[in-house]
């Protein structure tokens, strides 16, 4: 059973979300391709747009910092801003060692409930999809550099071309946008384009997380 699948069967159980659909659709952020470069207190918001013409909105930001095994952790937390399941969060600790990066705990919150921290054994060294790598990834031929201007502001990028799927992905990211760099991806599925740049970002996820048991399957 896939990784999100997973979450998303948690999340309707523990939750009460109605039906496994709407608990997929919380667990499923966007696919994150570029560089991991994690800036504590730094992140982007950005809007998804469907080939349906459906929207959401997907918000990123690095809201801690510490030592695992040795190893630096960072606190990625996701969040999900309007619609009818918006304001869930979702925090991960991503530990990076030799470019492969982990998840060592995740802490979920929907509005109204307390925090839950999902089992260690749920975790098995998987990650969300679009963020399994600490190097650039999933880019693909480097096009050129362009300016592309979206809701948040004008930026310099650099474009590259996948072509791995049916029709060609478009990406551009930037240096300037923490964590991932990226400003606008254009797939065959879905347009994102980034609306807000992050700074000064804390967690949302409020008070102490109670731990799940792991579900059986």
Known sequence: MGYFKKIAIVLAAVFGITGL????????????????????????QYEVTTKKNEKVNWAYAVVGKETVGGAEGYW????????????????HLLVVRGGKAEVKRMIVQTPGQPPMEMPM????????????????QNLGERVGTETVTVPAGTFLCDHYRSKSGKTPADVWVSTKISPYGLVKMVSEDSTLVLTKVLANETTRIKGEPQKLEMPHF
């Open 21 to 44: 659909a709407g608990a997929q659709r919380m667990a499923q952020a966007p696919s994150m391709p570029g560089e991991f470069k994690p800036v504590v207190g730094a992140g982007a």
């Open 121 to 136: 054994g749920m975790m098995g060294g998987m990650m969300p999809r679009g963020q399994q790598a600490a190097s650039e």
């Open 76 to 91: 990625l937390e996701m969040r999900l801003e309007g619609g009818k399941e918006g304001g869930m969060v979702m925090k």
